[in-house]
């Protein structure tokens, strides 16, 4: 099977749930930090889809570095959060929007 890791700058939102986790860092959610964890493990691929927004502003960075994201894509995420390109999204589809 997999093994699991997570990165997390916030001890206190995994105080509960330390076990989770095969390995868990406390380190800054930054590109570098990420990336450095990413190539020391040797892992398959990042999940950023769940943890906020700052794990959101990476997804974009870590996939021009090569890193293989799981589940939704960076550039579905970037389409959600620019308003732009969801209401360009939402007439493509012809959906009335405010």
Do not use: C, H, W
Not at 4 to 24: G, M, W
Not at 31 to 46: H, K, P, Q, S, T
């Amino acid at each position: 099977g997999f093994k699991s890791i997570i990165v997390n700058y916030n001890p206190e939102t995994v105080s509960t749930d330390y076990d989770e986790s095969d390995r868990l860092y406390f380190e800054e959610l930054s590109l570098e930090r990420v990336m450095d964890i990413y190539e020391r493990e040797g892992a398959a691929g990042v999940v950023v889809s769940v943890g906020g927004q700052i794990p959101n502003n990476l997804a974009g960075p870590l996939a021009a570095n090569g890193v293989n994201i799981l589940g939704t894509s960076a550039r579905d995420i970037e389409r959600a959060e620019d308003r732009n390109q969801f209401s360009d999204m939402l007439d493509t589809m012809k959906l009335n929007q405010p």
